[in-house]
T-cell receptor, first 113, second 117 residues
Framework: GENVEQHPSTLSVQEGDSAVIKCTYSDSASNYFPWYKQELGKRPQLIID?????GEKKDQRIAVTLNKTAKHFSLHITETQPEDSAVYFCAASITTGFQKLVFGTGTRLLVSP | GAVVSQHPSWVICKSGTSVKIECRSL??????MFWYRQFPKQSLMLMATSNEGSKATYEQGVEKDKFLINHASLTLSTLTVTSAHPEDSSFYIC?????????????FGQGTRLTVV
């Protein structure tokens, strides 16, 4: 089955800096890669996602890159703000047949003012 | 986007009792729903896939007789934690995908914080 690894487990940056979180996946059949932000006690919130037919996607300060050959994808947050502080999870899935999402281990991002 | 509602948001129960958690898709029909468990400072771990009108599919290591799943309608799946013990205390969260919306994005319920005392 799919296995998703994520690092770093914690990331501390100064406000305004960039943050990068990396994930690798094992199943070459996976074709959908979402990123979630989760605040304490809340549900995960989708912040950006990418399909395997695209190499990069950007939404304002957030971007995701995908390298299918290497089976890894990354989240890039630019101009970080204190409100970006949260736990971020990557995930991988096969989109056909409502396949399950497999989550990475999570990255705790702390943005200091 | 589509809405998934989970109830209750939190529950405290005595050891040995059973607790039922409901997951509803409010504006779409979900033939498949997923149940996750999240321990403090850990990731979401899939427990089981709930299939409308058929038996749930459990992940390895998840006791199907302890975590009963019923998906009796296209908008409701329930998870019952039977004979709960303190080690079952966790954050339980469900998700579903909207087939009319392309079926890609997963929508999550707000989660249920279970505390067994």
């Amino acid at each position: 089955g799919e296995n998703v690894e994520q690092h770093p487990s914690t990331l501390s940056v100064q406000e305004g800096d960039s943050a990068v979180i990396k994930c690798t996946y094992s199943d070459s059949a996976s074709n959908y890669f979402p990123w979630y932000k989760q605040e304490l006690g809340k549900r995960p919130q989708l912040i950006i996602d990418i399909r395997s037919n695209v190499g990069e996607k950007k939404d304002q300060r957030i971007a995701v890159t995908l390298n299918k050959t290497a089976k890894h994808f990354s989240l890039h947050i630019t101009e970080t703000q204190p409100e970006d502080s949260a736990v971020y999870f990557c995930a991988a899935s096969i989109t056909t047949g409502f396949q399950k999402l497999v989550f990475g281990t999570g990255t705790r991002l702390l943005v200091s003012p | 986007g589509a809405v998934v509602s989970q109830h209750p948001s939190w529950v405290i129960c005595k050891s040995g009792t059973s607790v039922k958690i409901e997951c509803r898709s409010l504006d779409f029909q979900a033939t498949t729903m997923f149940w996750y468990r999240q321990f403090p400072k850990q990731s979401l771990m899939l427990m089981a896939t709930s299939n409308e009108g058929s038996k749930a599919t459990y992940e390895q290591g998840v006791e199907k007789d302890k975590f009963l799943i019923n998906h009796a309608s296209l908008t409701l799946s329930t998870l019952t934690v039977t004979s709960a013990h303190p080690e079952d205390s966790s954050f339980y969260i469900c998700s579903a995908r909207d087939p009319q919306g392309g079926g890609t994005e997963a929508f999550f319920g707000q989660g249920t914080r279970l505390t067994v005392v």
